[in-house]
């Protein structure tokens, strides 16, 4: 008697059988499309990589066929003959430093992209730490005013710089063109550091400031050490920009000896003749200062971008 209501029991606590095969088709059903989305998803995810690998090469690919075009020899760039140099050669690097004596104005731009981007940077930084940090009248104005010269177009600027310059005395000189620089990436640098120094938690300074620290040692002992990935992004990006820059270094400057690589390479041509393996080593030169230094400050500057991109 007890096995029969045990039996009895158990069949009356299990669900009637259409319901269970309705249940078992709801989870098939289920699994399958989950297994459906996957699928898509890998293969969405393959698409992605695939466009983004090929536009990665697309545009690499001229900067690639400069570098390696700088070892062939000016018959074989001219004929179009292979990819890849045959004979290889360096006699375009040899020309490049021999005839327009390209060392020396890549000095030239070394001293515009350091020093503009030191100047950028410090004062830049002096200004963005009050203004993401205390509370004071005109802060808004400030912040809108030097934000908003990032939308003002450098053309824009050329008749009043070169005046102002000229005025200044500065016009066709090393120092006036670093200060010009330093301005002009101003208001990048403001903005990048400013964002980044509102998110460092403040009680650390607070901290500080009860040990005794003052103003500039708090900013020199924890601000700046924290703040490291944004000045190393908002470096490269300042660097890489007055590396490149063209348009001002050729309005204001004259003489050779205060000319940047960039001027120095549209003048190649007129330098003597063509000399087209001279200007692609020179090229490739160029274009190497600033890869490496991304190379070397990637880690940071990578830590910089995505400051702030995760909530904690």
Excluded: C
């Excluded at 989305?37 to 698409?47: E, F, I, K, N, P």
């Excluded at 550091?193 to 998110?199: G, K, M, T, Y």
């Amino acid at each position: 008697m007890t096995a029969s209501a045990t039996s009895t029991g158990a069949t009356s606590k299990q669900a009637p059988l259409p319901a269970r095969r309705d249940a078992l088709g709801s989870a098939r059903v289920t699994t399958r499309r989950r297994h459906l989305s996957d699928r898509r998803g890998a293969l969405a995810s393959t698409v992605l990589y695939v466009v983004l690998i090929v536009a990665t090469v697309l545009s690499l690919l001229p900067a690639f066929w400069v570098m390696v075009s700088s070892f062939k020899t000016a018959a074989q760039i001219n004929t179009g003959e292979g990819f890849w140099p045959t004979p290889l050669t360096v006699q375009g690097y040899i020309d490049a430093f021999t005839q327009i004596h390209l060392q020396e104005y890549i000095f030239n731009s070394l001293l515009y992209a350091i020093g503009g981007t030191i100047g950028a940077l410090v004062v830049a930084f002096l200004a963005a730490y009050p203004l993401a940090r205390f509370d004071f009248r005109g802060k808004a104005f400030l912040n809108v005013t030097f934000a908003l010269a990032l939308a003002v177009p450098l053309v824009g600027l050329a008749t009043p710089v070169f005046f102002i310059v000229r005025e200044l005395g500065l016009f066709d000189s090393k120092i006036g063109l670093v200060i010009l620089y330093a301005a002009l990436q101003f208001p990048f640098t403001f903005v990048v550091l400013r964002s980044f120094l509102q998110s460092i938690p403040p009680e650390l300074e607070e901290a500080a400031m009860m040990d005794g620290a003052g103003y500039f040692t708090i900013l020199g002992r924890v601000v700046l050490p924290l703040s490291r990935p944004a000045i190393a992004t908002v470096s490269v990006v300042a660097f890489v920009q007055i590396w490149n820059e063209f348009f001002f270094a050729n309005l204001l400057t004259v003489s050779a000896e205060n000319q940047s690589v960039q001027l120095a390479l549209a003048a190649f041509k007129s330098q003597f003749g063509f000399n087209i393996t001279g200007a692609l080593a020179g090229a490739t030169i160029v274009m190497l200062v600033p890869i490496i230094l991304f190379l070397v400050l990637q880690r940071q500057v990578i830590e910089g971008l995505t400051a702030g991109a995760v909530k904690s």
